[in-house]
């Protein structure tokens, strides 16, 4: 019975821990679209599941940086109050004719220096443009 009351214990404490590395509310987590013009929008949204305001960042992670020029966040950093929520403008760009872009846009709290543990949500898109010869 001790054994498990310092198992309960620790769970506890490591718990407390973490509830700073709260992730960022994103999605959807899978989204797609087709257009038949050059560009493709989807609308993500954004929400801080914190008690207080901070700012978060969405971006296209660094190991996509080869298309990160092709895609535009409005806004790529907002600042949301404690629970609050807003949708975020994501724009593929530079769709040629029976093109499927796929790629991926995260989200994260802009990180304060004391922090260790840095969460992130990210969201899977997939723009796809028609190809006009085949209507």
Not at 29 to 45: A, I, W
């Amino acid at each position: 019975m001790r054994s498990l009351s310092r198992s309960a214990v620790l769970i506890f404490a490591a718990s407390a821990l973490a509830a700073p590395a709260l992730a960022v509310t994103f999605g959807p987590l899978q989204k797609s679209g087709s257009t038949n013009s050059e560009r493709k929008g989807f609308y993500l949204n954004l929400s801080n599941p914190y008690e207080r305001a901070f700012e978060f960042r969405v971006f296209v992670p660094p190991e996509q940086s080869e298309i990160a020029e092709r895609i535009r966040i409005l806004p790529e950093k907002t600042w949301l109050n404690g629970g609050a929520k807003r949708r975020i403008l994501v724009v593929a760009g530079g769709l040629e004719p029976g093109e499927t872009l796929d790629f991926t846009i995260c989200a994260e709290r802009v990180q304060i220096e004391k922090e260790t543990i840095h969460a992130r949500v990210c969201s899977s898109l997939s723009a796809s443009r028609t190809d006009h010869r085949s209507s």
